[in-house]
Structure formats: C-alpha cells, structure tokens
C-alpha cells in the first residue's frame, strides 16, 4: 500500500470506527463510553480466566456463553452473577458456535476451546464479520493455516492470536532494549515451553488436576483432549509462548521471516513413568504407547540470517520456564540465569548483572501506567493486557497488534516440526503465509504507550 492508498483506508477505517462505535452505544449499555459486545466459546481453565478478565475490566458487554460442558457453563454463570455483568445467553451444544457468531449484537469472539476446534470456529466466525480472538495455536496442519489466512485476507475480518505471554514484563522490557540497540545486532535466541504437564496431562475425571492417571474420554479439561495428541503426534506442539515474543523482537513477519527449520525429539518416557508411578504397574493406560519425545529441539534459521532454538518439554520433571536468551553483538540476556550482560555497561567483563535492574529501566510504557492493576491479574498480569488489547482494538477499529499472518508463522512451527522428526530430522521450509508482505510490513507490537480506552 503506497502513502495515498494508506491515507484513503485510514479514513475510510475512521469513518467506519464512528460508525461503529454508535452502533455499541445504542446497542449496548446507558454509559457514555461504548464496549465491545463479546461471545465467549469454551470456558475451561482458560476461557473463564479471560472472562473474568473482561468482565473486571468493564469495557465488554457479554453477549454469548458458549461451553459443551455444564461445570463450565455454571462456572461462567457464577462469575457473571458475581460481577454483575448483565445476562448473556447460555449455549450448550457443539456447534452452537455457529449460531451465536451470526448473531447481531455480538462485536467479537473470543476461542479459548480445545485445539481442533481453533480453526472450524475461527473460519465461522471470520465468515460472519466478527472481530476473532483465537486462543493459541490457529491451526494444527500446513493446510488448515493456509485456510484460515486465504479466509481473513479474503473477508478482511480481524484476526488475533491471544498470544498473552508477548506481554510479559520481562519481554516487553527486552524488547525495548533490543530496540533501543542495546543487545546490538541479534545474532542467536532461545525460547521454549517448559513446564512439567504431567499433572494436567492425567487426572481423575473429577480433579482438574493433580489426582488419577486417566486421559481421553475418561478425563476431564486438557486432559480430556490435549493428552491424545501425545499419543498420535511428536514435535513442539506449543510453539508460540516462545516464538511469538521472540519474533517481535526479531520483527517476523514484518521486515524478517521464518526460513525454515529442523527438529529432533527425545525418547518417549516422562508419561509412561507417571502412570506407573501414580497408578500402578496394572494401570491400562500402561500399555499407551505415547509418540511425542519428551524433549523436542527445533532449530529455526530467520531470513535475516538469526537462529532460535526452541524447546518443547512438558513431560519431565522441571521447574517452569520458557527459556528466553537473547543474544546480540553487544550482549545477552538470559531468563534462566536472570542476567544481562551488556559488554559496554556492565561493570564486570563476563559477569551477568541482575537482570531486574535493566528491566525497570526499560519498563514498558503499558506496565509503567496499568502495572499495579496488571498484576492481581492472570497469568502475571499478561492477561491483564491481552484483554484490554483485544477490546480496545474491537472499539476503536484498530488493526490487532498480532494478526493472522503472526497466528500462522508461529502455529506452523508445530506441524512442521513434526514433519521434520518424521523425515528423520530432515531440515523443513518454513512457507511464507504473507507471500511476500513481511518486506514491506512495519513493526507495531509494543509501539504504543497507551491504550485508547
Ligand atoms: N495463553 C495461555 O496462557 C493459555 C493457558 C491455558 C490454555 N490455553 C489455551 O486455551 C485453550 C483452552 O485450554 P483450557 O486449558 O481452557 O482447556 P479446558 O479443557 O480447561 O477448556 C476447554 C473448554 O472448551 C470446551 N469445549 C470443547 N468443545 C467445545 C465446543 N464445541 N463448543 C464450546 N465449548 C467447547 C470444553 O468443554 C472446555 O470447558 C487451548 O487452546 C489452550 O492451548 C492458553
């Protein structure tokens, strides 16, 4: 887009906010400000996390409920009486997501189901006009990213990967300083999800977590659907709490891209042992055969030339991390050993400095102003941000700071790491979901230093 077709969509886009923006006020409630009229689908963990996010907030206006199972349904009605967040309709049925993206009176979706519904209820809600937020990941296969891309550039809908930990404290601060040229030209970086699973994998069928070894259909939560996908697939099936941040840093998909990339996995053993562990040696569920390696590596080459190493392990026994290092021609900074180590600031050659320290000098304008009420909320407070981003996009009609073109590079590192293992560690191409729009796209993720709300 050239200077006068960007100046021509702007306005039309002001023009539509306006527009739109009366259309909340009469539709929504008395109060002067307008709010974004919200459908929630899939209130497990996650989904009721995000509700009571937006309900606290008190720029949304529930519309829709949408769950498959009644525990979550009545967890939801709870959180709405207690806040006294007005009455939504309530949905029970599989597909009822179809119903409620036509509807009306609802501005934006936000997905927070099991993976294999990600894309289905994204597409429908797309197809209906609806602003979408999609938990991660937006899709399992190669194809099904491609789809949704081809859909959201078709039907110019917005899209928006809920990719909460982007708005992490530390990262947020490190990508002010990788901005500022701090860590001077990034070479190397590390990510990963690190996270001993292994009690949310299993459970009793009545415990979310912590009790029993059953999965599938005599489990319930992510153990119900995210454990069977141990069982038929190996690579990094959680990809983007580590590559989304990392790429803004790296400005993916906007001025750099994904190149391609190789994987290799561990043996298969941390989930066997707990079953025999935790349910004995007879257990049936002894005999699962799980597929997926314990410890999957993915090597990621950049255009740019960079290369992340990424790391998958959720079935060992470990304390939580994802792992960051970032690693410059200046300097590093490494999540682990909490340290930066800048080589013309640093007091002491080779000698990590607390990383605190540069962290509250690089705070990030969105922590500095919403910090104190970020952190009594989920997830550290990155929660906190997800939210207000999501809404303040919907009202005010501005394009989502992590769009679908984000969504699909870092969804994709999933199946293509699984077909890199398959190849016997055969190095993959990473395909180019912006057919060449990542040359011209500028940077927008934590460009702002305030909301518009
Ligand atoms: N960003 C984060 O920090 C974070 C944290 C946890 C989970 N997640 C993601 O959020 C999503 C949900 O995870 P979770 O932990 O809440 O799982 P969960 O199992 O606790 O909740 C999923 C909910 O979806 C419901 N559901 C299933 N099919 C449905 C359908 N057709 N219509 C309506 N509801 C349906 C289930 O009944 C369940 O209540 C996953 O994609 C997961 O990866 C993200």
Excluded at 323 to 335: A, D, K, L, N, P
Excluded at 345 to 367: G, I, V
Excluded at 401 to 417: F, I, N, Q
Aim: with cysteine; aromatic share 10%.
């Amino acid at each position: 887009m050239n200077r006068g077709e960007f100046i021509a969509h702007a306005t039309i886009i002001g023009a539509g906010a306006a527009v739109f923006k009366d259309k909340m006020i009469l539709a929504g409630t008395k109060k002067q400000s307008p709010k974004a009229r919200l459908a929630f689908i899939g209130l497990g963990m996650r989904g009721s996390g995000l509700l009571k996010e937006a309900v606290s907030q008190g720029h949304s206006e529930i519309v829709a409920i949408s769950d498959i199972n009644e525990i979550a349904i009545n967890n939801a009605k709870q959180i709405i009486k207690d806040t006294g967040s007005g009455s939504p309709d309530y949905y029970l049925k599989e597909n009822d997501f179809e119903t409620i993206v036509t509807r009306d009176d609802v501005d934006a979706v936000i997905i927070a189901t099991p993976w294999e519904w990600h894309l289905p209820m994204s597409l429908a809600s797309l197809k209906a006009g609806k602003h979408t937020g999609c938990e991660v990941i937006a899709g399992l296969t190669v194809p099904e990213i491609w789809e949704l891309v081809n859909l959201q550039e078709k039907t110019k809908t917005p899209y928006m990967m809920m990719e909460n930990v982007c708005y992490r404290r530390d990262v947020m601060a490190v990508l002010n300083m990788a901005r500022k040229n701090l860590f001077g030209n990034i070479t190397y970086m590390e990510c990963g999800y690190q996270h001993d699973l292994r009690e949310v994998l299993f459970n009793d069928g009545q415990h979310m977590t912590g009790h029993g070894v059953e999965f599938g259909e005599k489990g319930i939560n992510e153990a119900r659907w995210r454990t069977p996908h141990y069982v038929s697939h190996n690579g990094d099936m959680y990809p983007t709490h580590g590559a989304g941040p990392l790429s803004n840093i790296l400005n993916i998909t906007r001025g750099n891209q994904f190149a391609q990339l190789v994987s290799m996995a561990t043996p298969a053993i941390g989930l066997h042992q707990y079953i025999v562990e935790n349910g004995g040696n007879s257990h049936p569920n002894t005999k699962v055969k799980f597929k997926c390696g314990d410890v999957v590596t993915t090597l990621i080459k950049c255009v740019n030339g960079e290369v992340i190493k990424m790391t998958f392990d959720t079935s060992s026994p470990r304390p939580y991390s994802l792992g960051f290092r970032v690693q410059g021609s200046e300097g590093i900074w490494t999540e682990d050993a909490k340290g930066i180590y800048l080589q013309k600031h640093s007091p002491r050659a080779h000698e990590y400095e607390p990383a605190a320290k540069y962290f509250s000098e690089h705070d990030h304008p969105y922590w500095k102003k919403y910090g104190d009420k970020a952190e009594s909320s989920g997830h550290g407070g990155m929660d906190y941000f997800i939210i207000r981003e999501f809404v303040d996009c919907v009202i005010n009609r501005k394009p989502f700071l992590m769009d679908v073109y984000d969504a699909a590079m870092w969804s994709v590192l999933r199946p293509l790491s699984e077909k890199s293992i398959a190849k016997g560690s055969q190095p993959v191409l990473i395909p180019d979901f912006t057919r060449g729009k990542w040359k011209r796209r500028k940077p927008v993720f934590g460009m702002q230093n305030d909301f518009s709300l």
